[in-house]
């Protein structure tokens, strides 16, 4: 009987294969007969035991794994003194990033969406934006100066 464990690496798996092995013993014989015989109770329980042992010492100790001491190396140094907790570095970095945060959402963003708003909505005549000048015809009189804009030359023969 193959059990299979060797070759796909697997204790349930034996207990697989041995049940289909002796399904097939027994459908193959004249005499069928109904329940696990002696033998087959005693593999079963044998190999649930080694499946319950193996993931039994599957489990770590407290004490393992068990790794040799490795100076490390410039850039590991830097890394573990710069992300130590409580360190000067890191206290001031936490606060200008949390001072850029609270610049840019609560004052930048609000007076850009204040700023466009007023711009682009509400000012009639917005920061040096000029409203297209009205046109000037002939006989027209300048407001600022007090010129009259003189008619247009004629040229004959052209048309």
Same mark, same amino acid.
């Given at each position: 009987?193959?059990?299979?464990?060797?070759?796909?690496?697997?204790?349930?798996?034996?207990?697989i294969v041995v049940r289909l092995?002796? %399904? %097939?013993?027994?459908?193959?014989?004249?005499?069928?007969?109904?329940?696990?015989?002696?033998?087959?109770?005693?593999?079963?329980?044998?190999?649930?035991?080694?499946?319950?042992?193996?993931?039994?010492?599957?489990?770590?100790?407290?004490?393992?794994?068990?790794?040799? %001491?490795?100076?490390?190396?410039?850039?590991?140094?830097?890394?573990?003194?710069f992300l130590e907790p409580k360190?000067?570095?890191?206290?001031?970095?936490?606060k200008v990033y949390t001072g850029?945060?609270?610049?840019?959402?609560?004052?930048?963003?609000?007076?850009?969406?204040?700023?466009?708003?007023?711009?682009?909505?509400?000012?009639?005549?917005?920061?040096?934006?000029?409203?297209? %000048?009205?046109?000037?015809?002939?006989?027209?009189?300048?407001?600022?100066?007090?010129?009259?804009?003189?008619?247009?030359?004629?040229?004959?023969?052209?048309?």
């Amino acid at each position: 009987m193959s059990f299979g464990r060797a070759l796909h690496g697997g204790v349930l798996h034996g207990v697989i294969v041995v049940r289909l092995n002796i %399904k %097939k013993i027994r459908t193959s014989s004249s005499l069928i007969m109904t329940g696990y015989t002696a033998d087959e109770k005693l593999r079963v329980e044998q190999i649930s035991n080694l499946r319950r042992k193996w993931l039994k010492d599957q489990e770590l100790s407290p004490r393992e794994p068990v790794l040799p %001491k490795t100076a490390p190396g410039p850039v590991a140094k830097f890394w573990a003194g710069f992300l130590e907790p409580k360190t000067l570095w890191r206290l001031y970095t936490y606060k200008v990033y949390t001072g850029g945060v609270f610049a840019l959402t609560r004052l930048l963003i609000p007076a850009w969406v204040v700023h466009y708003y007023v711009k682009y909505h509400v000012a009639k005549k917005p920061y040096g934006i000029v409203e297209l %000048k009205p046109r000037l015809f002939p006989g027209d009189t300048i407001l600022e100066t007090g010129e009259v804009v003189p008619d247009l030359p004629e040229s004959h023969g052209h048309h």
